[in-house]
């Protein structure tokens, strides 16, 4: 199993950044790509950035050039820089790890609890 704590969240408003943390612990070996996604309030859960463990980044259309994702594979840490906040960007954020398949497994998604941002205007 893998376990991931988020911290970082908070209250800002518009134009303000803040950089959220996620740190996995448990079999993190076995994981490959690690990232964020968010949701808001009567909306589909969405993504926001994921880095893999070869250093390969993809982000979500309307974070680009906002957000910078990063990895700190020594500290089993994902970070996300956000900066230039909208209100838009108002959501619970997920840290998310993927587990690859392997052998007869099934690839695995694994979610932390949650950090809520919000971006007043």
């Known amino acids: 199993q893998v376990q991931l704590v988020e911290s970082g969240g908070g209250l800002v408003q518009a134009g303000a950044s803040l950089r959220l943390s996620c740190v996995a612990s448990?079999?993190?070996?076995?994981?490959?790509?690690t990232g964020w996604f968010r949701q808001a309030p009567g909306k589909e859960r969405e993504l926001v950035a994921v880095a893999s463990r070869g250093g390969g980044t993809n982000y979500g259309d309307s974070v680009k050039g906002r957000f910078t994702i990063s990895r700190d594979n020594a500290k089993s840490t994902v970070y996300l820089q956000m900066n230039s906040l909208k209100p838009e960007d108002t959501a619970v954020y997920y840290c998310n790890a993927n587990r690859p398949p392997i052998g007869i497994l099934s690839a695995k998604d694994y979610w932390g609890q949650g950090t809520q941002v919000t971006v007043s205007s």
């Open positions: 448990g079999r993190i070996f076995m994981i490959n790509t």
